[in-house]
């Protein structure tokens, strides 16, 4: 296991000098990072659970990849598998927890936590999922891949989302709703092989619109249930939550953007950091959007 971590280092260590910058430079920008993350925190309370919800949501759920924990089940014995997860899991949770806790954000911690734990259950035992029924088209191959691998999680969001009512706990189905939006956001790890992306005979334009527009109708489903409980808390809350629901399709064209403008590879560190500053400064979708979607469109006339 030592030489697990020690090569996990290793890759974090090329990442970085492969964006272009020495190793200690690229730890001191992670750093700062960090710390403007902790004043974005303090300046605009309201909101420090979706930002590091989404961070800590993106972690674990690119940690979970299917083929890289079969890759350790084969390599590992199950203690040590169960090791090397819960390490993982802990790894990334456990910057944030300062956060949240300087923000008193007791229940962030607690879903945090719960988090981590499910992540590590998903990957430990994986429960034959393909003859689950989804409420999404052959076509979404994202979210029905999504749906699937962490249909519990999504079990347990709208679980206590019904809970909240008979505690008349106003912030708690907002609080569920971003998580699950940030969880549908992470579909878009999933990388197509570029046959499929090939056999949609459709122009590099009209192929964007359409995963664009695909993803917002799938992401509205997805939410719906969160947004109708709203409704009987008033309409001032339900307004958070219409504005919950624009702020992820907004995210989800980005993401979206982000992950043709680098396919056939996996949305790399450089993508994340740039979607992570995205998201605490979002007038900067001004100028990300039309750079996206032209890299994107440039990329992808190679493969239609």
Do not use: H
Not at 154 to 174: E, K, T
Not at 273 to 298: D, G, N, S
Request: aromatic letters at 16%; charged letters at 15%.
């Amino acid at each position: 296991m030592k030489y697990y971590f020690r090569l996990q280092y290793a890759i974090f260590r090329r990442q970085i000098e492969d964006i272009g910058f020495p190793f200690i430079v690229g730890l001191l920008l992670c750093l700062l990072l960090y710390i403007a993350l902790f004043a974005v925190a303090i300046k605009y309370p309201q909101y420090a659970p979706w930002i590091l919800g989404y961070v800590s949501i993106s972690l674990l759920y690119k940690l979970a990849n299917r083929d890289r924990t079969d890759f350790l089940k084969n390599i590992f014995t199950r203690q040590g598998f169960l090791t090397i997860r819960s390490t993982e899991n802990i790894g990334c949770i456990l910057p944030f927890i300062p956060i949240a806790i300087y923000e008193r954000e007791w229940l962030l911690i607690i879903l945090l936590l719960l988090l981590g734990m499910v992540f590590t259950i998903i990957s430990i035992k994986r429960i034959e999922t393909r003859n689950i029924p989804t409420p999404f088209r052959s076509s979404a191959f994202e979210f029905i891949i999504l749906f699937r691998r962490l249909w519990l999680l999504l079990v347990i969001c709208y679980a206590l989302a019904g809970i909240s009512i008979y505690f008349d706990n106003i912030n708690l189905p907002v609080v569920l709703l971003g998580i699950t939006v940030l969880m549908a956001l992470g579909a878009y790890d999933i990388i197509e092989d570029e046959y499929i992306v090939w056999n949609n005979a459709l122009s590099a334009s009209r192929f964007i619109t359409y995963k664009i527009r695909t993803g917002s109708i799938q992401l509205s489903i997805l939410i719906a249930p969160f947004i109708l409980l709203l409704l009987l808390f008033g309409m001032p809350i339900f307004l958070w939550g219409i504005l919950c629901w624009v702020s992820g399709l907004l995210l989800l064209i980005l993401v979206i953007l982000m992950k043709y403008a680098a396919y056939p590879r996996r949305i790399g560190i450089t993508e994340t950091i740039a979607c992570m500053i995205i998201v605490m400064i979002p007038i900067l979708l001004v100028a990300a959007y039309p750079y996206y979607y032209k890299k994107a469109i440039q990329n992808l006339k190679q493969y239609l």
